[in-house]
């Protein structure tokens, strides 16, 4: 199982950013995915999911500015990111998980400067 995510990089407050992760190895479709990041000194903390189904989920410190999406033809889950602050400034992972199994990706920095 391979989960490989890119689109990090370096912004300014306010800025975009789209993050990607493709998989292999799995069924995508049938699988949850996430986004967790992780801050210097912090707890990985969750960002967004979705699920199998297309529902959707965020961190109240994301809603109304990122947003999760999946292709399952492409077997890529997204991660829109918009008005960025300073806080979210993290390394990001994407995950998979299904039915108590998880796979985690390598991680993509995201640096928002102020």
């Known amino acids: 199982v391979q989960l490989q995510a890119s689109g990090g990089g370096l912004v300014q407050a306010g800025g975009s950013l789209r993050l990607s992760c493709a998989a292999s190895g799995i069924i995508f479709s049938r699988y949850t995915m996430g986004w967790y ?9 969750l960002v967004a999911i979705i699920t199998s189904s297309s529902n959707t989920n965020y961190a109240d410190s994301v809603k109304g500015r990122f947003t999760i999406s999946r292709d399952n033809t492409k ?3 997204y991660l829109q990111m918009n008005s960025l602050k300073p806080e979210d400034t993290a390394v990001y992972y994407c995950q ?17 400067s102020s």
């Not at 990041?37 to 903390?45: D, V």
């Not at 998979?96 to 928002?112: D, F, I, L, N, S």
Request: net charge positive.
């Open 37 to 45: 990041r992780q801050a210097p000194g912090k707890q990985r903390e």
């Open 75 to 77: 077997n890529t889950v």
């Open 96 to 112: 998979a998980e299904r039915r108590g199994t998880t796979h985690w990706g390598q991680g993509t920095q995201v640096t928002v």
